[in-house]
């Protein structure tokens, strides 16, 4: 099979011989085009599309060939300046054998990372007036020794935030303060007692607190109403954590019988449901899910954090508590605060009590949803064998994919240079859900002017049609 002149690029004659697949034998001719010296060091290669209709193959088969030789060291590729034969490669002389090229270290070029903000949206010019409002006003205790239950003005502007934008009923002396949410979860976790039920898909990272702590957790199902809490009672759980308003990662909303199915447990247990907030903020296609907390305060410990509304480096969350386990979490807290700079909690409660965190939020959700959109449309276009789920809210989408597919996308998109998750490794271990292969893309991170380049790789990655 030969290459033959097309509008795409420049001409480029190969001939696919031999046994193999398709990727195998253009793999296999262009090593031997650069090895006899026909195509020199520095020469450019027609782009995957062009090089795919002149074969008669592919497109993402051309990627991957690409893609692969660029890590054995053949190829070099760089954003806008297209794929070319490495300078390094020399041509054989003969007589002489030469030692195979060492493979390149892979260059993430895209963080499609999932529930990753915008960090060059962060309000720098609001966020440096509260600063300096704070810092003026700050009474003369602020600078001694903090109270590990955090600032009284940050818990009193919560109070009013919560009860506003999540319908959370609290007061401040029921409020804690922590680093983020993993914070809170470590606290939580030493006045916790018996095992502790948790979604069936969830991040691996929270799991692994809670076993830590030697707490036993056991799966409840999840499906496109959030998490089957009817599975409670046979798990002999004495707490569940939950992701209510949006089920990470899978996307559902915990339907409305559901959320009182739980209260209800946990009223006629003893039980206690840690509420997962994590971007109850960011809802795109209707009206923003209240907090379960606002259900029944003393059965709910309801917790958040600026990790995705303004940014992880913060390190600022927060627990609110029913009122018997407030003492006990102060105390493992420790007497001092240790966690959370009290001038950022000051900033924070002034740029909350200024309303520049509901202007942030509003604009930030405008940003995020039109990149959805294109996500949507673009896959929608280019890949529509591909289903995406989880899209009404949040900042990351679940792309579907053929069963026996997910590693092989993930390996494509490393070698595109895109940093992004499997589904896997998401189940919890003793599920007895069946397993599903996918990808979890976030589209908070990539920046505007790139977002067209993130698309187009991360569809060159995606399996082929059936």
């Not at 782009?47 to 002149?54: E, F, N, T, V, W």
């Amino acid at each position: 099979m030969s290459g033959l002149p097309t509008d795409g690029g420049s001409d480029l004659h190969l001939e696919l011989a031999g046994s193999g697949g398709a990727r195998v034998r253009l793999m296999r001719a262009l090593r031997e085009a650069i090895r006899s010296g026909r195509l020199a060091p520095g020469t450019r290669l027609p782009p995957y599309r062009a090089l795919a209709l002149d074969l008669g193959i592919a497109r993402n088969t051309v990627a991957a060939a690409y893609s692969e030789l660029v890590e054995e060291g053949w190829l070099t590729s760089r954003q806008g300046s297209g794929t070319q034969v490495a300078d390094r490669v020399a041509p054989l002389e003969s007589g002489h054998r030469r030692s195979p090229a060492r493979p390149s270290r892979v260059r993430i070029v895209h963080d499609l990372m999932p529930s990753s903000p915008d960090a060059a949206a962060f309000p720098r010019t609001s966020w440096i007036a509260s600063a300096r409002r704070a810092l003026a006003g700050a009474p003369n205790d602020a600078f001694g020794v903090g109270d590990p239950r955090g600032r009284l003005e940050l818990r009193q502007a919560l109070v009013e935030y919560l009860a506003r934008t999540r319908g959370v009923r609290t007061k401040a002396e029921h409020i804690v303060i922590c680093s983020g949410f993993a914070h809170g979860l470590r606290l939580v976790c030493q006045v916790l007692r018996g095992p502790i039920a948790v979604e069936s898909y969830g991040l691996d990272f929270h799991r692994s607190i809670l076993m830590e702590a030697g707490l036993t957790t056991v799966p409840l199902a999840v499906d496109g109403d959030g998490a089957r809490v009817e599975q409670l009672p046979d798990t002999g759980a004495r707490a569940v954590l939950l992701t209510p308003a949006h089920q990470y990662p899978t996307g559902g909303a915990l339907h409305p019988r559901r959320r009182a199915a739980v209260i209800d447990w946990a009223r006629a247990t003893g039980g206690l449901l840690l509420e997962d907030d994590y971007d109850g903020e960011f809802r795109y296609d209707r009206e923003p899910v209240g907090a379960v907390q606002g259900l029944d305060p003393d059965r709910v410990v309801y917790l958040g954090s600026t990790s995705k509304s303004l940014s992880p480096a913060l390190r600022l969350g927060w627990m609110a508590l029913p009122g018997r386990l407030v003492d006990d979490v102060v105390a493992a807290k420790g007497p001092r605060e240790l966690s959370s700079g009290v001038i950022d909690q000051l900033t924070l409660a002034d740029f909350i009590a200024r309303g520049a965190y509901d202007r942030q939020l509003r604009r930030m959700r405008k940003v995020y949803r039109r990149r959805r959109d294109l996500l949507t449309a673009t896959l929608a276009e280019r890949a529509p064998h591909i289903t995406v789920s989880g899209i009404a809210a949040g900042l990351h989408a679940v792309l579907d994919l053929p069963s026996g597919t997910e590693q092989a996308a993930l390996r494509a998109a490393r070698r595109l240079g895109l940093a992004l998750d499997g589904l896997s490794p998401y189940r919890h271990p003793d599920s007895t859900m069946p397993p599903r292969d996918g990808l979890v893309i976030g589209y908070g991170t990539p920046p505007e002017h790139a977002i067209a380049a993130v698309l187009d790789a991360l569809c060159l990655a995606l399996p082929d049609p059936p």
